[in-house]
């Protein structure tokens, strides 16, 4: 299950887009029946001022805000590693990609278990 932080989930984990070298701060819950096991933030990785900033950072942002008409969605769609079509609001609920790389391949290893087989290929 995903969702947003602040979300009621019994026991989450936060997934950021700069953990995986995405410059997105995207900060989502993910929850499962298995333990997961999450990366840590890491937000000081982007410094570099490139992406449009607003009225409160003039100067640019270190990170792409994604669903703001100020970014080009070709850039933002780049930044969380999208390259098939889709819209700006369909882009600002997105996952990115990263998090379910990361998250299937938990799931495939709950599925192998220890012995790293699954049960069908154990029969």
């Given at each position: ?16 887009g700069t953990s995986?070298?995405?410059p ?16 840590p933030?890491?937000h ?12 409160n950072?003039?100067r ?9 008409y100020?970014?080009?969605l ?6 969380m ?5 889709i ?12 998090y379910?790389?990361?998250?299937g ?5 709950q599925?192998?278990?220890?012995g790293?087989t ?6």
């Amino acid at each position: 299950m995903e969702n947003v932080p602040g979300a009621p989930l019994l026991h989450p984990i936060q997934l950021c887009g700069t953990s995986f070298g995405v410059p997105v701060r995207r900060h989502r819950l993910f929850e499962s029946s298995f333990p997961l096991q999450a990366l840590p933030c890491a937000h000081e990785r982007f410094t570099e001022r490139k992406f449009p900033g607003s009225t409160n950072r003039p100067r640019g942002r270190t990170v792409c805000n994604v669903g703001e008409y100020r970014v080009p969605l070709k850039i933002q769609k780049e930044c969380m590693e999208i390259d098939w079509d889709i819209t700006l609001h369909e882009l600002s609920e997105a996952v990115p990609p990263a998090y379910t790389r990361l998250l299937g391949t938990q799931l495939m290893q709950q599925i192998k278990g220890p012995g790293g087989t699954s049960s069908n290929e154990q029969r």
